[in-house]
C-alpha cells in the first residue's frame, strides 16, 4: 500500500486529499505545516509527498527544498492556490518549485481525478527510476 505524506495547513484541504487518496488505498499521513511534516518524515518513511506552496512559519518552498533534501529519493508534489490579480506579470510559483526538487505541481482547486493521476504518476516513474538503478 503507497504512503502518501500531505503538508498542508488547510485542514479541509487535508481531509479532502485524505478521504481522495484513501479511497484509493492509499495509507495517508496529514501534517499542518512543515515542522509537523518534518517530524513525520523523520518517524516515518513515504511513496510520495504533497507540500503546500505557502504555509505559514515553514514556506512550501523552502519545506520542499529540505524535503527533496531529505528524501531524494521520494518525489514531492507541489500545490498552490495563490494566484495575482494581476496574472500577466506574476511569478510562477509552481514552476519555480520543480527547479528546488518537486516532481509535479497541482494548483488548487483541483479534480480528484488531477490529484490521483499526480500521485500515481510520481509512484509510476518513482519505481521506474528504482528499477533503473539497480
Excluded at 51 to 71: L, Q, T, Y
Excluded at 81 to 99: C, H, K, Q, V, W
Excluded at 102 to 124: E, G, I, M, S, W
Amino acid at each position: 500500500m503507497p504512503r502518501v505524506l500531505v503538508v498542508d495547513d488547510d485542514p479541509m484541504v487535508c481531509v479532502a486529499i485524505e478521504v481522495c487518496l484513501q479511497r484509493q488505498g492509499f495509507e495517508v499521513t496529514v501534517a499542518d505545516g512543515g515542522e509537523a511534516g518534518m517530524r513525520a518524515l523523520d518517524n516515518e518513511t513515504f511513496d510520495v509527498m504533497l507540500v503546500d506552496v505557502f504555509m505559514p512559519h515553514m514556506r512550501g518552498f523552502e519545506a520542499i527544498r529540505i524535503f527533496h533534501e531529505r528524501a531524494p529519493d521520494v518525489p514531492v508534489i507541489a500545490m498552490s492556490g495563490y494566484a495575482f490579480a494581476n496574472s500577466e506579470r506574476a511569478p510562477d510559483f509552481l514552476r519555480m518549485t520543480i527547479e528546488l526538487g518537486a516532481a509535479a505541481c497541482l494548483r488548487k482547486p483541483f479534480t480528484p481525478q488531477a490529484l490521483l493521476a499526480a500521485v500515481n504518476d510520481c509512484l509510476t516513474k518513482s519505481a521506474t527510476s528504482a528499477r533503473k538503478s539497480k
